[in-house]
């Protein structure tokens, strides 16, 4: 139970990290050091290959189980997709199956590398099933840039 608590604590430690929550993530990994010292004292005392195999169980557990929670809580992201179709033709059809799957988007003209004029379209989806449904959408012909903006 302890190995479990360790490996826990030190994934969240290292999510908060990333987000830059820094006081969060020192206290995960005070907590943290108290338990990996009290499996270490505990693996000491019984080197049996069930106490191996076990340490091993709940390294995994530890690690994947927190991240799975957090993943959970967190609320939807916007994902971003700026889109730059071949041709104008290709943006307006783009631009019309973008308005059936009633998705907020932005277009506008461009020009791409042989300085024709063509349409781009920069499309938000609030959840990962829209994303899913633009990446559906999108000829793989177009280019695209898709990415995550901050938490909103």
């Known amino acids: 139970m302890c190995k479990i608590m360790d490996n826990a604590l030190s994934?969240?430690?290292?999510i908060y990290l990333h987000k830059?929550?820094?006081?969060?993530s020192s206290i995960f990994s005070a907590a943290g050091t108290f338990f990996y010292m009290v499996a270490i004292v505990n693996a000491v005392k019984d080197n049996s290959l069930n106490s191996i195999?076990?340490?091993?169980?709940?390294?995994?557990?530890?690690?994947?189980?927190?991240?799975?929670l957090v993943e959970r809580m967190e609320?939807?992201?916007?994902?971003?997709?700026?889109?730059?179709?071949?041709?104008?033709?290709?943006?307006?059809?783009?631009?019309d199956e973008i308005k059936n799957l009633d998705i907020p988007f932005k277009s506008y003209t461009t020009y791409n590398n042989n300085l024709d004029k063509v349409i781009g379209?920069?499309?938000?989806?609030n959840t990962k099933a829209e994303s899913a449904l633009i990446k559906e959408t999108i000829n793989h012909d177009f280019k695209y840039h898709a990415y995550i903006a901050k938490d909103y």
């Open 11 to 14: 994934t969240l430690k290292n």
């Open 20 to 24: 830059g929550k820094y006081f969060a």
């Open 53 to 68: 195999i076990s340490m091993c169980i709940a390294t995994f557990l530890g690690s994947y189980l927190p991240a799975k």
């Open 75 to 95: 609320k939807d992201k916007l994902y971003v997709y700026d889109i730059t179709t071949n041709t104008f033709e290709e943006g307006l059809s783009l631009i």
């Open 121 to 125: 379209v920069k499309v938000f989806c």
